[in-house]
């Protein structure tokens, strides 16, 4: 299967590439978000079916260890998916300005980012398992299991870095396709191995984990293929893999502060986590499994920041100003009215997709308090993830992601130690959520009208 997908990969090449700076937005955001969409979903169904799996076959507790890690590994990745939208950016934009010896360079540097990032990513995550676990109160009965399931997931690294910055690369271009086929397959793998693994060899979540770092492998080396036999000049080529410090620096002023959002981002989720360990396993448990659904929620708004900071980045590179206002706008409506929908919906039918999960009634509980208040109010969070997104494709990455850490993350700390103790409650604690979202958007939303103006004009004064 994976032979003939391949094949068909190779004969997409230059039909893949999207004209982003001439003919009509909606249909091309469309186009552009919904694969990008489905292909985060497949990502986050690996994680999905590793929950649904042991919660189904092995027992709670192994729900909860694979369940509670969540929080830890977006913490340690985050940074690293911030770079290759830094990347993303960069080359869009570079392309928007046809400067294509330029783009070479920043493929050639990507490529061996993508290494490195994936190296170090193992490393981090093998020897941080059990000390982050443990400082985060996990209890004991799921702690050898969760440290177990963090260390083999976190052996894939390499080949999940490799993925998402060689999709980068295709997402500059408007090529979301691809990148989902080669998912597709690697969630069949996932899938079929993780029965396997647990069901008839009894492995648990040394089954899961082993399984999703095998299907992360797969995504990986179709990835590289593509790449090899990507026309110029996009082709990647192992032997010329080397850092630009110029394409570098470029990166790392998008990407670094992005990365960085995301890593205070989950740091506060960690604290929040840590709090929602303290209700025990049932309540970790139908936290984990409620969570599933505000991921693939979520996943549909981020396809449409990606597709407002590819379009926004090629178009201001290319002097469309007039196009950039209008893809902000479009991608803006578009997630409200995408995400609300998914929310209400998850959560109008919780019982019946919380029982996917795990038949126990606490844990049913637990989970349906969390999608009637985290989950049908995410739609919310459409506000700063958008222009924030707009903001990062005109060059400004830093402002929104320190408005983001202080809106999200100085907030959530704040409701934990000084509103929580007062209603120590599930429900408050996750009152942290709506609240946060409805701050930042005021805060990012305003940032957005205020420098655009200034930066749109100025860069169509420069045309």
Known sequence: MAFGTLKALMQRRESAQMDMTHGPLLSKILVFALPLALSSMLQQLFNSVDIAVVGRFASKEALAAV??????????????????????????????????????????????????????????????????????????????????????????????MVYNFGASILRSIGDTRRPLYMLVVAGVVNTVLNLYFV?????????????????????????????????????????????????????????????????????????????????????????????????????????????????????????????????????????????????LFFTWQSGPFLSIFTDDAQVIRFGQQRMALALALQFLACSYEVSGAALRGIGYSLLPALLTVFGSCVLRLAWIYFAFPLRPTFSFLLTAYPVSWVLTGIMVLTAWFVISHRKLRQREREI
């Open 67 to 160: 369940g509670s890690n969540t929080s830890v590994i977006s913490l340690l990745i985050n940074l690293f998916v911030g770079l290759s939208v830094g990347a993303n950016v960069v080359i869009a934009n570079y392309i928007g300005r046809k400067k294509m010896d330029a783009v070479r360079r920043s493929v050639n540097t990507v490529g061996l980012l993508a290494i490195i990032s994936g190296v170090l990513l193992l490393v981090i995550g093998v020897l941080a398992a059990r000390p982050i676990l443990e400082a985060m109160g996990t209890p004991e009965e799921v702690l050898p299991q969760a440290v177990l399931y963090l260390r083999l997931f976190f052996c894939g690294m390499p080949f999940m």
């Open 199 to 343: 069901i008839s060899l009894k492995w648990g979540v040394a089954g899961v984990a082993i399984s999703t770092t095998i299907a992360n492998g797969v995504a990986a080396w179709l990835m590289v293929e593509v790449l090899r036999r990507e026309v110029d000049p996009l082709r990647l080529r192992p032997k010329r893999l080397a850092i630009s410090r110029h394409e570098l620096g470029k990166i790392l002023r998008i990407g670094l502060p992005a990365g960085l959002q995301g890593v205070v981002f989950s740091f506060a989720n960690v604290f929040l986590q840590t709090t929602i360990n303290t209700f025990g396993a049932d309540a970790i448990a139908g936290s984990a499994a409620s969570q599933n659904y505000e991921y693939y929620c979520y996943f549909l708004l981020t396809a449409f920041t990606g597709a407002a900071v590819t379009f926004i980045g090629q178009n201001y590179g290319a002097g469309c100003m007039k196009r950039c206002r209008r893809v902000f706008w479009l991608c803006m409506a578009l997630a409200v009215v995408v995400t609300a929908s998914s929310n």
